[in-house]
């Protein structure tokens, strides 16, 4: 999932308030599991907002609303009409979600309300850690599972660097060496030996360094041309 | 010779070899650099100069080691992975071979968050690069010396021929990979390799057993790095913050009692334990060069550079065997 988290409320406010009528739209999918961006959320952002307006004696019209994924067009297309009707967006989805709605507003801004982190999961209830870095050219089968782009502060391909402190990244106590996990991993699943060999340097063209990516399924996208000429008809 | 540079060809005659390291100034003023090259100068067979370490910007590795060699003083410029994409670093090994350096060191680099450290702002926020790691940059510099290639393959009419060296830390966590580690690094290329500093000697001698059963000694260069403690309360900082080095309690009980006998006397503590860090510093160098498979030593005396002279000689590696007088190639 993606992970995000609140931006501060002072923030938000600078954002936010020289505008009339601000919609603050949640996502209910990864930003409100990790009680950032969901509908309940942006609800609490908007009660917030009234009252900072309401002290500054501005007069404001904020409400809010939540659908289910920013990401995909047809949960947002039914409630367009609604948020076409504020002269702002603040979104609480991801950063994706900022973009795509964006795309699509015309003349109304989309602001962020949260800060997008990462691609992670629930360790533990409210802990999330970050696990993939999305590099576009997956290699965990030669670590452990264990992702040493995205876990490791060096993005280092061949073996932990001389910073690792009993377990742990040199770049802070509560950071584990994905070094370290790595070597533990490999040590039980008994494919140490895999890692005497040295990989070459990566080709990150397949990460962001390509520049921005897209994938394109043709058959999925032929068909759809094809119902759709069909509906057409 | 793949280089020709003298650290090579000390290692070559199979004399203890003995590098030192001088750290560049927080500013453009070549003076200190040439000052620390005098003092080093004909102490040990090259230097290293640093590559902005703990990420503090100073003068370059290449322009200071530049500068050092123009003394007289033979550097092993050192290159991190956190600062350069692949295209910069041979960009720069390019140039620092046509400046005529001949020793380059890989290493990966303290991570920018140590920056700011003390009354140092630093940069903490500053975007790291790790295109390429270690061993990777290792194979680079191994294959523009030996098959005139850049890294994508294009050609090189004239290929830079470094004497090519990495970084280990033979004690830090995991401890049972650090020799495949450092296989790793040799088979990259690495032609000499300098320690993280070592004060646990046994655990040292322990990890070199299994280096030599896997013949890397033999392979490559072992150079076990010494940093000569300045105080107790640098043994004490090393011990519990520094990872890879462990330091035994008898060392830091031994630099307390000198800073002790000095009673309130601040000067005369500093003193008695600068004169018992240089005389634990020796007993290291005896007994790092006394272990098998180890081929000279890495003399750190950090924003001390006037200690080395006395630590050599005391050590009796002096005079340093000259092969050939290093000429600036200006
Ligand atoms: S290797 Fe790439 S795709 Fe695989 S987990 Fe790491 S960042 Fe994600
Ligand atoms: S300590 Fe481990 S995780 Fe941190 S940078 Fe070094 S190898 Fe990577």
Same mark, same amino acid.
């Given at each position: 999932?993606?992970?995000?988290?609140?931006?501060?409320?002072?923030?938000?406010?600078?954002?936010?308030?020289?505008?009339? /009528?601000?919609?603050?739209?949640?996502?209910?999918?990864? +930003?409100?599991?990790? *009680?950032?961006?969901?509908? /309940?959320?942006?609800?609490?952002?908007?009660?917030?907002?009234?009252?900072?307006?309401?002290?500054?004696?501005?007069?404001?019209?904020?409400?809010?609303?939540?659908?289910?994924? *920013?990401?995909?067009?047809?949960?947002?297309?039914?409630?367009?009409?609604?948020?076409?009707?504020?002269?702002?967006?603040?979104?609480?989805?991801?950063? +994706?979600? +900022?973009?795509?709605?964006?795309?699509?507003?015309?003349?109304?801004?989309?602001?962020?309300?949260?800060?997008?982190?990462?691609?992670?999961? +629930?360790?533990?209830?409210?802990?999330?850690?970050?696990?993939?870095?999305?590099?576009?050219?997956?290699?965990? *089968?030669?670590?452990?599972?264990?992702?040493?782009?995205?876990?490791?502060? /060096?993005?280092?391909?061949?073996?932990?660097?001389?910073?690792?402190?009993?377990?742990?990244?040199?770049?802070?106590?509560?950071?584990?060496?994905?070094?370290?996990?790595?070597?533990?991993?490999?040590?039980?699943?008994?494919?140490?030996?895999?890692?005497?060999?040295?990989?070459?340097?990566?080709?990150?063209?397949?990460?962001?360094?390509?520049?921005?990516?897209?994938?394109?399924?043709?058959?999925?996208?032929?068909?759809?041309?094809?119902?759709?000429?069909?509906?057409?008809? | 010779?793949?280089?020709?540079?003298?650290?090579?060809?000390?290692?070559?005659?199979?004399?203890?070899?003995?590098?030192? &390291?001088?750290?560049?100034?927080?500013?453009?003023?070549?003076?200190?650099?040439?000052?620390?090259?005098?003092?080093?100068?004909? $102490?040990? #067979? %090259?230097?290293?100069?640093?590559? !902005?370490?703990?990420?503090?910007?100073?003068?370059?590795?290449?322009?200071?080691?530049?500068?050092?060699?123009?003394?007289?003083? &033979?550097?092993?410029?050192?290159?991190?992975?956190?600062?350069?994409?692949?295209?910069?670093?041979?960009?720069?090994?390019?140039?620092?071979?046509?400046?005529?350096?001949?020793?380059? @060191? !890989?290493?990966?680099?303290?991570?920018?968050?140590?920056?700011?450290?003390?009354?140092?702002?630093?940069?903490?926020?500053?975007?790291?690069?790790?295109?390429?790691?270690?061993?990777?940059?290792?194979?680079?510099?191994?294959?523009?010396?030996?098959?005139?290639?850049?890294?994508?393959? #294009?050609?090189?009419?004239?290929?830079?021929? $470094?004497?090519?060296?990495?970084?280990?830390?033979?004690?830090?966590?995991?401890?049972? $990979?650090?020799?495949?580690?450092?296989?790793?690094?040799?088979?990259?290329?690495? #032609? $000499?390799?300098?320690?993280?500093?070592?004060? #646990?000697?046994?655990?040292?001698?322990?990890?070199? %057993?299994?280096?030599?059963?896997?013949?890397? =000694?033999?392979?490559?260069?072992?150079?076990?790095?010494?940093?000569?403690?300045?105080?107790?309360?640098?043994?004490?900082?090393?011990?519990?913050?520094?990872?890879?080095?462990?330091?035994?309690?008898?060392?830091?009980?031994?630099?307390?009692?000198?800073?002790?006998?000095?009673?309130?006397?601040?000067?005369?503590?500093?003193? @008695?334990?600068?004169?018992?860090?240089?005389?634990?510093?020796?007993?290291?160098?005896?007994?790092?060069?006394?272990?098998?498979?180890?081929?000279?030593? =890495?003399?750190?005396?950090?924003?001390?550079?006037?200690?080395?002279?006395?630590?050599?000689?005391?050590?009796?590696?002096?005079?340093?065997?000259?092969?050939?007088?290093?000429?600036?190639?200006?």
């Amino acid at each position: 999932m993606i992970v995000g988290q609140q931006k501060p409320f002072d923030e938000i406010w600078g954002m936010v308030k020289g505008f009339k /009528k601000v919609l603050v739209f949640g996502c209910n999918t990864c +930003v409100a599991i990790c *009680h950032a961006g969901g509908e /309940k959320e942006a609800e609490t952002i908007a009660s917030l907002i009234r009252m900072r307006a309401q002290q500054e004696g501005k007069q404001m019209t904020v409400n809010h609303l939540g659908v289910m994924r *920013h990401c995909e067009p047809e949960y947002f297309d039914p409630v367009m009409d609604e948020v076409k009707k504020y002269d702002l967006v603040l979104s609480t989805a991801c950063g +994706v979600g +900022v973009n795509f709605l964006s795309d699509r507003t015309g003349t109304i801004p989309v602001y962020p309300g949260i800060n997008t982190s990462f691609y992670g999961a +629930v360790e533990a209830p409210g802990l999330f850690k970050e696990l993939c870095a999305g590099c576009g050219n997956c290699i965990v *089968h030669m670590t452990g599972g264990i992702c040493p782009i995205a876990r490791c502060a /060096k993005t280092l391909m061949n073996g932990p660097c001389g910073g690792t402190n009993k377990g742990k990244c040199e770049v802070g106590n509560e950071i584990d060496c994905a070094w370290y996990l790595i070597v533990e991993r490999m040590k039980k699943l008994g494919t140490l030996e895999k890692l005497s060999e040295v990989l070459p340097p990566r080709n990150w063209a397949t990460s962001r360094d390509g520049g921005p990516r897209r994938i394109s399924l043709e058959h999925i996208r032929e068909y759809e041309e094809k119902e759709a000429a069909k509906a057409g008809k | 010779m793949k280089s020709g540079s003298n650290l090579e060809k000390v290692i070559a005659s199979g004399k203890p070899a003995v590098t030192a &390291e001088l750290g560049p100034p927080m500013s453009a003023d070549p003076h200190e650099v040439i000052k620390k090259a005098q003092m080093l100068k004909g $102490f040990c #067979d %090259a230097a290293n100069i640093t590559d !902005c370490q703990t990420a503090v910007v100073r003068i370059s590795s290449i322009a200071a080691a530049a500068i050092a060699f123009q003394q007289g003083l &033979e550097p092993v410029m050192q290159m991190t992975c956190r600062d350069r994409n692949r295209i910069a670093m041979q960009a720069d090994l390019l140039g620092a071979a046509a400046l005529g350096l001949k020793n380059c @060191l !890989c290493l990966a680099g303290d991570h920018q968050k140590f920056s700011a450290a003390g009354r140092l702002k630093g940069h903490p926020g500053a975007k790291n690069v790790y295109d390429v790691d270690t061993c990777q940059l290792v194979g680079i510099l191994k294959k523009m010396r030996d098959e005139s290639k850049q890294d994508g393959g #294009d050609p090189l009419e004239v290929a830079p021929k $470094f004497f090519i060296g990495a970084s280990w830390t033979p004690m830090a966590d995991p401890i049972d $990979f650090r020799p495949i580690n450092l296989m790793k690094k040799v088979n990259a290329g690495a #032609d $000499f390799i300098q320690t993280q500093g070592i004060y #646990d000697m046994s655990l040292f001698r322990e990890q070199m %057993a299994k280096i030599r059963n896997m013949g890397l =000694h033999e392979k490559t260069a072992i150079l076990a790095g010494i940093i000569v403690p300045k105080s107790a309360m640098m043994l004490k900082y090393m011990d519990s913050s520094v990872a890879g080095v462990s330091v035994p309690k008898s060392l830091i009980d031994r630099m307390n009692k000198a800073k002790e006998a000095a009673g309130e006397d601040k000067k005369k503590a500093r003193e @008695l334990q600068e004169q018992e860090g240089t005389k634990i510093a020796i007993e290291l160098i005896h007994q790092a060069l006394e272990t098998p498979g180890v081929k000279g030593v =890495h003399i750190q005396a950090i924003e001390w550079e006037s200690a080395i002279e006395g630590i050599v000689k005391a050590a009796g590696l002096y005079p340093r065997p000259i092969w050939s007088e290093p000429t600036a190639s200006a």
